[in-house]
């Protein structure tokens, strides 16, 4: 399976907190192992700890690391980066290879990104060449590149299960689900 960890750049406690939430859940979402945020704002860390709790899985959440060591560090163990920025090369021709790799960090940034990162990545990769939203850029990349549909994973050791339903909320809570394979 592909590790795919997900590297947070320029996040701004004071602006950011909603959409920096946002790439973290929906990495999680979609099959990433964990985020790397490279600022410091431990309320997000803890936020998307305590959903992973109740949601299930093993996703990881990095508080305030220094994006250079992280992409040093990944490369010098064989991983392979790609960086999300509307300047790149569009997402359909960069697939095949993006594929390719067993381990694969997602960079996304919040401001301005440091002219060092798009040397530092193997590639620069647009969702489209228009700008849009790191959340969006990040779904539509994982979707593509997934080996498996990643709207249909199961997470582990969730709390909490939600039971697809035409109209209504129907969740299933840790305690009924092990009731009812108790009782089937
Ligand atoms: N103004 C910033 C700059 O010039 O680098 C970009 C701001 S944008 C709202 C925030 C992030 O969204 C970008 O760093 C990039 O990761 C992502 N993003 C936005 N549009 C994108 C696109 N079309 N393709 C890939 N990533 C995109």
């Known amino acids: 399976m592909k590790e795919i960890v997900v590297l947070r750049l320029g ?11 946002h790439v973290g859940l929906t990495a999680r ?40 060591k992280e992409i040093r560090n990944w490369k010098e163990n064989g991983g ?9 090369i569009n997402l359909p021709d960069a697939v095949p290879e993006l594929k390719k790799h067993d381990k694969l960090m997602i960079i996304v940034g919040a401001e301005k990104v440091p002219g060092e990162i798009y040397e530092l990545a193997d590639w620069n990769v647009a969702v489209g060449n228009q700008p849009h939203s790191e959340v969006a850029a990040l779904a539509i990349t ?32 840790d305690n009924e689900l092990k009731e009812k394979n108790r009782t089937e």
């Open 11 to 21: 996040h701004r406690p004071e602006r950011d907190k909603r959409i920096t939430t």
């Open 29 to 68: 979402a979609l099959g990433a192992s964990g985020m790397l945020l490279a600022s410091d704002d431990q309320k997000i860390t803890d936020n998307i700890k305590e959903m992973t709790g109740r949601w299930g899985g093993d996703f990881f959440v990095e508080n305030n690391v220094s994006m250079t």
């Open 80 to 88: 392979k980066v790609c960086h999300l920025s509307m300047y790149g």
């Open 142 to 173: 994982m979707d593509r590149i997934a080996e498996s549909d990643p709207l249909t994973a199961v997470f582990e050791n969730a709390e909490l299960t939600v039971v697809p339903t035409a109209k209504g909320k129907n969740v299933i809570h």
